[in-house]
Structure formats: C-alpha cells, structure tokens
C-alpha cells in the first residue's frame, strides 16, 4: 500500500463489462481502508471504505472485497461505464494513526 | 456546502519565489493534510495537521512549511521555489484518521 513513486499500472475494459482493480497493502495491523477516483484534472473522490471487521461492503455499482490472510483488498466495478474511466487508489490506516498511506494508484480505461 | 477550497487554482513561480497555498475547509474537520501528486504518481503527505496549533511533517517535508492557527484553514507555504516542486497540490480534511479525507481540487503550481 505504501506509495513507492512508481508510474501508474493500467486496466483496460470494455464498456459494459466488470472490472476488478487490486491493491496489495502493507501492514497487517491496518484496520480501516478506502477506495478513492480521481478523474483527470480533479482531486480524489470518496468511493466506498471498509473497517477490518468485515470482509465485503456493495455500493452502488460497487463492490469492495477485503481479504486480511494475504493482505488484498480489490474494488469490483459492475457494468463499466465511460464516466468510470479514472485512475483508482485504495488507502489503508494503521490503527490509531492519524493518516492514510495511499497506494500507487491504477488507471482504468473503459473501451466503447 | 463548499467542502475544502484551495486558491489559487493554478500558478507560475520562477525559481526561489516565495508562495502560500491556501486551503480551507467548512467541515469542522480536526484533521487537514497537504499532498503533492507529480504528473502520472500517487499522492505524497507533505504535512499533517490533527488540530489548531498542531503540525507534522509527512514523507516529503522538505522546502515546505505549515501552520494552523485556527481549524478551518492550513496554508502550505514554499520559501525559495525550486523546479522540483512543480506539481499538483493538494488539501483534505477529515474527522480523524480512520474516516474518509475530503479533497479539494488542487492547485498547479509550475516553477521556472
């Protein structure tokens, strides 16, 4: 989940289908995390969180899937629309701290 | 409801200009950040701050300060502008660290 100033990995999917974005954090103690988009030339929007105590959470049109044994978390995107084209950063706070570590960030193009 | 607002917008410094960033926010947050987001990278914490009166240094600290002397406002200031700090900047405020962060939509500062 640490930001290591890497360029942006990319998923490409077509309009209409589902998309799946992963993210990988860091510290096994972390009990709180969070999905954030950010179109171009915007700052990051709130999508959905989930807290360590449960293992899934749906939105609209979204799903967020936590998995603490191998430390994932994925954000499931049904129905991809165009408005969906952003890049995607998952977020994970340590216990009692008092900020977020962001991972690097995954842009997802939707393809008509 | 504004959310947090952030001026100027954008702006072009020559090198070892002074400038403040200004970012406020109407939320009655206790918690205010400030990042930086190089073209096609995550989110870097410059500086934190948890409460008025209270300030500290995030990952990439250098050639910038802050303060905080009431809640709702947590100006970044830059003393000697270097072409390294171009990039986009941005605020957030949240609750507490454990609770979604509130982004404004950034400045964009270029420094020639």
């Known amino acids: 989940g640490e930001s290591v100033g890497l360029h942006l990995p990319t998923l490409s999917v077509q309009e209409g289908d589902n998309s799946i974005i992963n993210c990988a954090y860091s510290?096994?103690?972390?009990?709180?995390f969070i999905w954030y988009k950010q179109e171009s030339g915007k700052g990051p929007q709130f999508i959905i969180d989930i807290r360590s105590n449960m293992d899934k959470r749906q939105g609209q049109r979204v799903t967020v899937l936590l998995n603490k044994t191998v430390k994932h978390l994925s954000l499931q995107i049904a129905a991809t629309q165009p408005g969906d084209s952003a890049v995607y950063f998952c977020?994970?706070?340590?216990?009692?701290?008092?900020?977020?570590?962001f991972g690097q960030g995954t842009r997802l193009t939707i393809n008509p | 409801n504004a959310g947090v607002t952030q001026t100027p917008k954008f702006r072009i410094l020559k090198i070892g200009q002074s400038m403040t960033l200004q970012c406020a926010q109407d939320m009655n947050h206790n918690y205010m950040y400030w990042y930086r987001q190089d073209p096609g990278m995550g989110l870097k914490l410059i500086y934190y701050?948890?409460?008025?009166?209270?300030?500290d240094k995030g990952e990439v600290p250098n050639g910038y300060n802050v303060s905080r002397s009431t809640t709702e406002d947590f100006p970044l200031r830059l003393e000697l502008a270097a072409p390294s700090q171009t990039s986009v900047y941005f605020c957030a405020s949240s609750y507490s660290g454990s609770q979604p962060q509130h982004f404004g939509d950034g400045t964009r500062l270029s420094i020639l």
């Open positions: 977020a994970e706070n340590l216990q009692g701290a008092q900020k977020l570590v």
């Open positions: 701050s948890v409460g008025a009166g209270i300030t």
């Open positions: 510290n096994s103690a972390s009990d709180y």
